[in-house]
């Protein structure tokens, strides 16, 4: 293996970072039309998510699907409401093509009046799930693995929505 010059290359992290903790917990489901999602709140634990912050990412979800903005055939799936410093993400994920995750990416200021927008893609290179996300993530992957790998009936489906992620809390 022709490895290159390392101290070259990967150098993304700005000097005098450090790396925190951060608090990931399970909210109360969202049932949307031709959807049912899990909730998970993740939070630094000096500014968790308050109520008002849940409710009004509830809204506006619910208002992009009477929109038709999002659009929804009987999936299963979850959302991560993310505290990631001055804005909130808004991350909805859906299960299609039997293995696939779907996501779509909003975000709003902190404290803004601002309505959620979609995250824009200005290449074809764009971020996806973050260090402390992908907890999260990587629970729902393995709780979809045990899903696809049962009877897919009503009680498979149930131990799904109830198969729960939380760290840190």
């Excluded at 399970?26 to 630094?44: F, I, Q, R, T, V």
């Excluded at 799936?77 to 299960?95: E, K, M, Q």
Aim: proline share 5%; glycine share 6%; charged share 20%.
């Amino acid at each position: 293996m022709n490895i290159p010059a390392l101290d070259t290359i990967g150098n993304v992290v700005p000097e005098g970072y450090q790396y925190y903790a951060k608090i990931t917990t399970a909210g109360h489901d969202l049932s949307l039309p031709g959807a049912y999602l899990k909730w998970y709140n993740l939070y630094p634990a000096d500014a968790p998510i308050t109520p008002e912050q849940d409710a009004e990412s509830r809204a506006f979800l619910a208002e992009e699907v009477a929109a038709g903005r999002v659009k929804f055939v009987g999936e299963l799936g979850f959302i991560i409401l993310h505290r990631a410093g001055s804005v909130l993400l808004l991350l909805l994920t859906t299960w299609r093509n039997t293995n696939e995750m779907w996501e779509v990416a909003y975000y709003k200021p902190v404290g803004q009046p601002d309505r959620y927008a979609l995250i824009p893609a200005e290449t074809s290179q764009r971020g996806t799930y973050c260090v402390w996300e992908l907890a999260a993530v990587w629970h729902e992957r393995h709780a979809w693995v045990r899903f696809l790998s049962s009877a897919r009936d009503h009680a498979a489906k149930l131990a799904y929505i109830q198969d729960r992620f939380s760290e840190g809390a």
